[in-house]
T-cell receptor, first 112, second 113 residues
Framework: AQKVTQAQTEISVVEKEDVTLDCVYETRDTTYYLFWYKQPPSGELVFLIRRNSFDEQNEISGRYSWNFQKSTSSFNFTITASQVVDSAVYFCALYNNNDMRFGAGTRLTVKP | DTGVSQDPRHKITKRGQNVTFRCDPISEHNRLYWYRQTLGQGPEFLTYFQNEAQLEKSRLLSDRFSAERPKGSFSTLEIQRTEQGDSAMYLC???????????FGPGTRLTVT
């Protein structure tokens, strides 16, 4: 069975701090895709990144970066120099065999 | 067409009534997905369509739940004989093909009284 664990339920930081959101996944398959989504207070899920299981290159997009490590089944997300607008719930998800599994999410609060 | 749309945004119904939600995906997307999200949880996959074919039904929560996508465009999710436990946000998403990122609509919040 596939499973995604986001152990951090809530994180609170002060603006300009760096913050890392952890994601650990379980799957028996060798081909799968990993995603991160952001759900701001407005409620609509926003796609952030997709990564396939054969591509372990880390990715950076502006203040966002992602670290994918198959050896530890982790796909962590770092926000550098956090801003108040980054406050949201962030979900990690695993997709394979037409099955999308989301973690329970991490609520990030960035205080001014 | 700028994104996935869902209608209605909010629905309040009495227990035992039937409800139907509509989803309009991004026009060039072949795949359409339905999810349920309860408070404090991530979205829970319910069913999906490839064009008009419903290829996964086993994850629907009970036989009171059904979905259609008659012409491979918009989709409807129906819940019959609603129960209080059905109260949740129902999300629709679409993607170009399998393994592509899914784009979500704003959701329909259902409250069963």
């Amino acid at each position: 069975a596939q499973k995604v664990t986001q152990a951090q339920t809530e994180i609170s930081v002060v603006e300009k701090e760096d913050v890392t959101l952890d994601c650990v996944y379980e799957t028996r398959d060798t081909t799968y895709y990993l995603f991160w989504y952001k759900q701001p207070p407005s409620g609509e899920l926003v796609f952030l990144i997709r990564r396939n299981s054969f591509d372990e290159q880390n990715e950076i997009s502006g203040r966002y970066s992602w670290n994918f490590q198959k050896s530890t089944s982790s796909f962590n997300f770092t926000i550098t120099a956090s801003q108040v607008v980054d406050s949201a719930v962030y979900f990690c998800a695993l997709y394979n065999n037409n099955d999308m599994r989301f973690g329970a999410g991490t609520r990030l609060t960035v205080k001014p | 067409d700028t994104g996935v749309s869902q209608d209605p945004r909010h629905k309040i119904t009495k227990r035992g009534q039937n409800v139907t939600f509509r989803c309009d995906p991004i026009s060039e997307h072949n795949r359409l997905y339905w999810y349920r999200q309860t408070l404090g949880q991530g979205p829970e996959f319910l069913t999906y369509f490839q064009n008009e074919a419903q290829l996964e039904k086993s994850r629907l929560l009970s036989d009171r739940f059904s979905a259609e996508r008659p012409k491979g465009s918009f989709s409807t999710l129906e819940i019959q004989r609603t129960e209080q436990g059905d109260s949740a946000m129902y999300l629709c998403a679409s993607s170009f093909e399998q393994y592509y990122e899914q784009y979500f609509g704003p959701g329909t919040r259902l409250t069963v009284t």
